[in-house]
């Protein structure tokens, strides 16, 4: 039984499941109300999800996930069970994505050929939910640093505004200043001044928490916002960014800091007054 898995994994392709080739296991009827469902969303998290409930439907499956470039997509209990197989998702003879199966017993035979068959009328629209994964990240990130771009701060900002009225809750921004970024900019050319953004934004996010947000808000300007935070750990995460800058070699050699102007959400604030008193106590910490 495992050679024949091991063979099916090794051949896995786009003409797996050609009629000319193998009978289907799911009739007509069957797989078409599969496909239906996946017609109805492009959001590779709700695709990925109504993947993994149909599986758990059709089959003894307790744990899905989807890795991909980006980002890797769980449901279930993966790590609990002892059966597992791994179909690829290639496009262009590229990989794009892995799946990996999880089961809660041995497959049969029938089972383990309805995996396959399912596998593959997923890739199509996988391949659709990644591409509009990709073009949403282009969308919302700095070309440049690969932080989140404006738009996204804008976005996020909303959301922790509507979150924080919803239900009380904490969070705060911070307003990041770059210092003598602009002398070294003209110095040593803009291609030296990208590499020290880049670098500024590589040491920034390795300072904050899984749970928070780094963004590049244009020119030499970074903000963060950090969610539920309180004033004694907002400035902890302010000390350990200022110490980064100062242990980093390539930003020590170039005398390049930051000034950083923190602010604690306030339920009379607007996005507004929120960032407009971060950015006020920025600027009177890099007097």
Not at 118 to 135: A, D
Not at 204 to 231: H, K, P, Q, V, W
Not at 235 to 257: M, T, Y
């Amino acid at each position: 039984m495992e050679q024949l898995n091991q063979l099916y994994e090794q051949h896995v392709g786009e003409n797996v499941f050609n009629p000319g080739h193998y009978a289907p296991v799911l009739n007509q009827h069957e797989l078409s109300a599969f496909f239906q469902k996946w017609l109805t969303t492009i959001d590779l998290t709700v695709l990925s999800e109504l993947f993994f409930q149909q599986l758990q439907n059709t089959l003894p499956l307790c744990g899905l996930k989807i890795q991909c470039n980006h980002n890797d997509i769980h449901y279930g209990e993966i790590a609990k069970s002892r059966h597992h197989k791994h179909l690829a998702v290639r496009q262009d003879e590229k990989q794009i994505a892995m799946i990996h199966y999880a089961f809660s017993r041995t497959l049969a035979m029938r089972e383990w050929q309805i995996v396959q068959q399912l596998h593959m009328l997923f890739k199509n629209p996988l391949k659709n939910g990644l591409e509009y994964e990709r073009i949403k990240l282009a969308a919302t990130r700095d070309n440049l640093t690969s932080l989140r771009n404006r738009s996204s701060f804008n976005d996020t900002m909303h959301r922790l505004f509507s979150h924080a009225k919803r239900q009380p809750s904490q969070f705060a921004l911070l307003v990041i200043d770059l210092n003598k970024f602009k002398q070294v900019n003209d110095q040593y050319g803009h291609s030296h001044g990208d590499k020290i953004l880049i670098t500024c934004a590589d040491t920034i996010s390795t300072c904050l928490r899984d749970t928070d947000y780094a963004f590049r808000y244009g020119g030499d300007e970074f903000c963060c916002l950090l969610t539920d935070t309180c004033i004694d750990s907002c400035e902890q995460i302010v000390q350990r960014i200022q110490q980064a800058f100062k242990q980093n070699h390539f930003l020590a050699q170039h005398d390049i800091g930051c000034s950083i102007g923190s602010a604690i959400y306030h339920q009379e604030d607007t996005e507004h007054s929120l960032f407009m008193r971060a950015d006020a106590a920025m600027y009177r910490n890099k007097k």
